[in-house]
């Protein structure tokens, strides 16, 4: 098992900046790629971004590729996502998940999830 936790998570205006954090317990953090996704109201959940396990390799989703930034500390058993010009429409719970494989963009992939931490951007 792994249990994740997010934080970070706030209100901010348009064009602002936030960060994410995921804590990871449980099994080694470091064998799992770690994934990001969001999920606004009525609205399914969206992919945002993912890392690998040794961070060599990451992926987004267009709409906040150049904006968003993945990372992770293996050594502190976290993993980051850094938010910046952030826009009204990425307003949404902000989750993350853990997957005992290599990253994917895929949901129904990932094996653990986090109770999700609102991100509410302003206009």
């Known amino acids: 098992q792994v249990q994740l936790v997010e934080s970070g998570g706030g209100l901010v205006q348009a064009g602002g900046s936030l960060r994410l954090s995921c804590a990871a317990s449980?099994?080694?953090?470091?064998?799992?790629?770690m994934g990001w996704f969001r999920q606004a109201p009525g609205k399914e959940r969206e992919f945002v971004g993912a890392?690998?396990?040794?961070?060599?390799?990451?992926a987004y989703a267009d709409s906040v590729k150049g904006r968003f930034t993945i990372s992770r500390d293996n050594a502190k058993n976290l993993v980051y996502l850094q938010m910046n010009s952030l826009k009204p429409e990425d307003t949404a719970v902000y989750y993350c998940?853990?997957?005992?494989?290599?990253?994917?963009?895929?949901?129904?992939?990932?094996?653990?999830w986090g109770q999700g931490t609102q991100v509410t951007v302003s206009s």
């Open positions: 998940a853990a997957r005992a494989g290599i990253l994917s963009s895929r949901s129904d992939l990932y094996d653990y």
């Open positions: 449980g099994r080694t953090f470091s064998n799992y790629a």
């Open positions: 890392i690998s396990w040794s961070a060599g390799s990451t």
